[in-house]
């Protein structure tokens, strides 16, 4: 009888400490989820530049072609626009219009046209959560606060740290970035300014 009071307390104990390791373990998690994309912002910010090909779905929204990225800096082309944005001031030049719209974009503009702006997103204001699913972790992040971007879903490779799909929810509306053919490329600052004198027939309108 003695025997099995002591075998109950030893299993008592052990499921306590079983339990204790499951609670511990929860933070761990959201941290894990901040350091891979920690991981990420470091590869994807890296001083050189980068390039790669998007796509983006979402409302109303259709488009896809190249982008080459460095720091904050982005040049976006598609078939039917091109866009530039050195850091503060966004230049969008509209082909079939032939006119250039100048302005100083938001945070959420530019993570709906820049596959790449979450990396100066999610460092604050959001909570992260973490699953792994076919060689890729799929980072959710929740907006802790009033803001345009409520959710961000970031899929990273797990062996490169390179994203490969950004999905993000704006009020009810849901907007895909497919990326791929990420590479790391030495860019010029020259590139992200839109320079009149390749588009003399252009109309600026100046939206600041």
Known sequence: M??????????????????????MALP????????????????VAAKSGAKATFSIKGNQMNASGTIAIKGKKFQATTPQATIWFDGKTQWTYLKKNEEVNVANPTESELAA?????F???YQKGYKYTME???????????????????EMYITVNQKTYIPS?????????????????????KLSDGMFRFNSKDFPNAEVIDLR
Request: no cysteine; charged share 20%; glycine share 4%.
């Open 2 to 23: 003695e025997r099995i009071n002591i075998s109950a307390r030893w299993f008592s104990h052990r499921g306590i400490l079983s339990l204790f390791a499951l609670v």
């Open 28 to 43: 761990l998690s959201a941290q894990t989820a901040k350091q891979v994309l920690d991981k990420t912002a470091s590869i």
């Open 113 to 117: 046209i820049n596959p790449y702006n």
């Open 119 to 121: 990396i100066y997103m």
């Open 132 to 150: 792994k699913k076919n060689g890729s972790f799929i980072v959710h992040l929740t907006a802790t606060d009033k803001r345009s971007i409520q």
């Open 165 to 185: 799909q950004i999905r993000m929810r704006q009020q009810k509306s849901w907007t895909t970035i497919d990326i791929s053919g990420f590479k790391q490329s």
